[in-house]
């Protein structure tokens, strides 16, 4: 028994430092003292669990590897201490301990696509339950892509090879590639990840070029950019007077001839600097 006087209203109060949760019993006795006889009384004092919260961090994970999630059990009150569990997309749950508030689990080699999370605290020692949910994504295999566009020569037609490649295997389906922002023509990847795109007879110029690879399977999607340049094709030009030899005082014809024959524009003629 703890001993108090009583104040001038016949009252005292008595502290109970930082009691753990539950249930405890309270007896009080005044004993004669002077004009006044004895007395008792019994009551309770419930101090219930502190509030807990819980939270899921998954971060994305690549298909083929396995998934980590973090959860943790926070309180103003403290650290929790005890077991938490998680389940994964409703099946049976795995239960590990918390260690300053925090536990990690391992998901082997989850699946492509979406998944849902469930954790929960049950209430232990001061501290009340509580639960959360998350979702883990699992994303395709990370893929890269190079793009391959040798100069040529206006009058042959611009290669393209788009090749997309990725540690977790070659990469299958379609890969598409637009030319100066236009509208994209679509090939299928061979057997070694490649695609060849062949821009028919384009002109003289520089060419942008924009491949994308979306998700396809279990690989994850990449683009590249690049440019293709078309150099102008080289001519000859000649030169010939009709009459020749001619005469003084007549008019002679100078005719230019540029090859190859589909060359296109003007060509001038010089006298001297004029």
């Known amino acids: 028994a703890t001993t108090q006087p009583l104040d001038i209203n016949g009252s005292a109060v008595f502290t109970i430092a930082s009691p753990s949760a539950g249930s405890y019993t309270l007896n009080a006795a005044y004993a004669a003292q002077g004009d006044f006889g004895a007395s008792s009384a019994s009551g309770t004092l419930t101090v219930n669990r502190a509030a807990t919260t819980t939270s899921i961090d998954a971060p994305l994970v690549v298909s083929g590897t396995n998934g980590s999630v973090a959860v943790t059990v ?17 099946g049976a749950p795995m239960t590990q301990a918390l260690s300053n508030g925090s536990s990690t689990f391992t998901i082997t080699n989850p699946s492509l696509g979406s998944h849902t999370l469930n ?40 290669i393209v090879t788009v090749t997309v490649s990725s540690a977790g295997g070659t990469p299958t389906g379609n890969v ?21 795109f062949t821009i028919a007879s384009p002109s003289a110029g520089t060419y942008n070029l924009d491949a ?14 690049s440019t293709l340049t078309v150099s102008q094709a080289s001519t000859t030009t000649g030169i010939t007077s009709s009459p020749n030899p001619s005469t003084f005082s007549n008019s002679v014809a100078f005719t230019a001839t540029v090859t190859p024959s589909t060359a296109t524009g003007t060509v001038t003629f010089m006298d001297g600097v004029t």
């Open 176 to 196: 598409s590639l637009s030319v100066n922002g236009g509208a994209p023509t679509t090939q299928p990847l061979d057997i070694n990840g490649s695609a060849v």
């Open 212 to 225: 994308e690879y979306a998700a396809q399977g279990i690989f994850g999607a990449s683009s590249a950019s």
């Open 74 to 90: 926070s309180s103003a009150a403290g650290t929790p201490a005890g077991n938490v569990s998680l389940s994964v997309d409703n």
């Open 119 to 158: 954790a929960t605290y049950a209430a232990q020692g001061n501290f009340a339950a509580s639960s959360a949910s998350g979702t883990l994504g699992v994303g395709g295999e990370a893929t890269t892509m190079l793009l391959s566009a040798p100069t040529v020569t206006y009058g042959a037609d611009g």
